[in-house]
């Protein structure tokens, strides 16, 4: 929910939009080239494949009870020890690194269309399309995102769902925005005006031109987003606005652990060093795909 910022790092608007959609196979050669996309790959690769398969790799029932080994340090049969209740620290990790996961993605995806749809709506149509969707944007940008992502969340009520709803509805202006300029600068080229030549609805320009040569800084967009989404959500579970338990979820385990942090110290480290490491990874695989993407980095590059 620092779609700001993000942007800034995605090279900004108008410079960093491809005049040219870049072939798959090239992104993916340029990708393997870059050493610090490969990096995020891997650890974005290594959670979600720990993630999909926690079921088999999962050593204990995550929601399991037994009071008699709370508190276990690490061993054999705890790899990662227990928490205040008995249960494998281990394997709550696995299935709460799934959902916290999966919910990043769904957001980031939602945040990252709906922002898509308005923007170019309002950078093709403009007018009153424009004047409306534009000062919706500046409202939402006007405040913190987390601060309204958690008014928003306490007024639907807690559950996963909600902060789901919450997270996209407060987020997708910043997209939007971006989106905006980078038509407005690509709806007066060369291209465009043949397209209208030729006889050519608005609409199949908007959705079969336009769009080919904006979709690269949104995918940059989405991608360096999703670590500071699944932040935001994991903060949200702190704050006890996320899953019920004994659901397993990353902020909710650190909420679990905060009372315990001198008893049982591994019942915050392994779920806070898992939330690092993949916001870190989407970091990381943004900054590689940014460079692919970006015409001015690929210059550089092959000079």
Known sequence: MTTGKVAERA?????????????????LRGLLRDRTAMIGIGIVSSFVLAAAFAPLLAPHNPDAVD???????????????????????????????????????AATLGISVLGLLLGMLAGYLGGLVDTVISRVVDVLLAFPSFLLALAVTGVLGPGLGNLMLAVVAVSWAGYARIVRGSVLAEREKAYVEAARATGLSGWHILWRHLLRNIVGPVVVLTTLDMGAILLGISALSFLGLGVKPPTSELGAMLSEGRNYISQAPNMMLFPGAAIFFIALGFNLFGDGLRDVLDPRTRQSADS
């Open 67 to 105: 009071v008699l080994r709370k508190f276990a340090p690490p061993s054999a049969e705890f790899p990662l020890g227990t928490d205040h209740l008995g249960r494998d620290v281990l394997s709550r990790l696995l299935y709460g690194a799934r959902l916290s996961i999966s919910t990043a993605v």
């Open 11 to 27: 090279g900004g608007v108008p410079d960093a939009v491809p005049e040219v959609v870049l072939g798959r196979r090239v992104v």
